[in-house]
């Protein structure tokens, strides 16, 4: 049992549902309203300002100097700005072969921090696509493995069609909110869409060459939620943190169609799966200011 704004609550157990990353997002915007600036008087209306928003998308260090360094932050400190840092991992290739599977997307974890709580440098890791029938790569945040990581998320699975949909349970995660049944997926025209994070590829079968809509990733059809084999899975929108991308259309007579990016999963392929969308990790910067 946990204090949070002079109230209490209970983890659940280990049975139960769990909502840490709802509580833990709760507890950061808790945490800076008690600590907005003393000569904000007590009772006047305050409001989030988005000061910058940043992508990463190839490997690197983050430097928080350099950060601090842009005009966007000019006359603010680290203890000032806070810090919403989205992980998406690599999407999962697509398989090869007849009515081969399109690959999981990657998953997509957040976590909340106060500058001044960070080290000065961070290195952090970009988790690749998969390419066919490969999964894809982990995205690590804080560090260069999952061992010494501040945070860390998994690239898309990639399986054989008979153990594709137990591993897609694994998509009850922030990645993707529900999965169709395998049996339904593989005989109608379901689309494995994802309202909370990538799309999932599109399987090779028949006619059914449909890949998932990633969340705020819109199809070049808005009668037709879904990609064909001869349209590219369209990527998450430039500037809006919350939208991924979507999964490639399976193709049953050539390759499947890679996934967009950040974290979708290839479309499966009778000759070869497509690629799974790269991961990212997306950084939007905010202060505390009066309303």
Same mark, same amino acid.
């Given at each position: ?37 003393? @000569?904000?008087?007590? *009772? ?29 932050? @000019? ?146 059809? @808005? ?15 430039? *500037? ?52």
């Amino acid at each position: 049992m946990n204090g949070l704004g002079g109230r209490t609550y209970t983890r659940p157990s280990a049975g139960g549902a769990d909502h840490s990353a709802e509580i833990e997002g709760l507890e950061g915007r808790v945490t800076a309203l008690e600590e907005a600036p003393a @000569a904000v008087a007590a *009772g006047t209306p305050v409001r989030e300002r988005v000061v910058q928003f940043e992508r990463l998308t190839t490997s690197g260090t983050w430097t928080k100097a350099d950060v601090l360094a842009r005009a966007e932050f @000019a006359g603010l400190t680290e203890s000032d700005v806070e810090m919403e840092v989205i992980l998406v991992g690599g999407g999962a290739g697509g398989r090869s072969g007849s009515n081969a599977p399109g690959g999981h997307p990657g998953m997509v974890s957040i976590a909340r921090y106060r500058m001044s709580e960070l080290a000065a440098t961070l290195s952090y890791v970009i988790g690749a696509g998969g390419g066919s029938n490969g999964s894809g790569g982990i995205t690590v945040w804080g560090g260069t493995t999952t061992g010494d990581s501040l945070r860390y998320v998994n690239g898309g699975e990639t399986a054989a069609t008979a153990a594709l949909k137990d591993s897609h349970v694994f998509g009850r995660s922030r990645s993707m909110a529900s999965y169709p049944d395998l049996s339904v997926y593989s005989s109608s025209t379901a689309r494995p869409n994802s309202p909370d994070g990538p799309g999932a590829g599109g399987i090779a079968s028949g006619a059914l060459t449909v890949g998932g809509f990633g969340s705020l990733a819109l199809g070049p059809d @808005a009668a037709r939620p879904a990609y064909i084999s001869t349209e590219t899975a369209e990527d998450g929108k430039a *500037g809006v943190p919350y939208s991924f991308g979507a999964g490639g259309a399976g193709n049953a007579s050539g390759n499947g169609t890679p996934g967009g990016t950040p974290g979708g999963g290839g479309g499966g392929g009778s000759s070869a799966g497509g690629n799974g969308g790269n991961g990212e990790i997306r950084i939007v910067y905010k202060v505390l200011e009066v309303a």
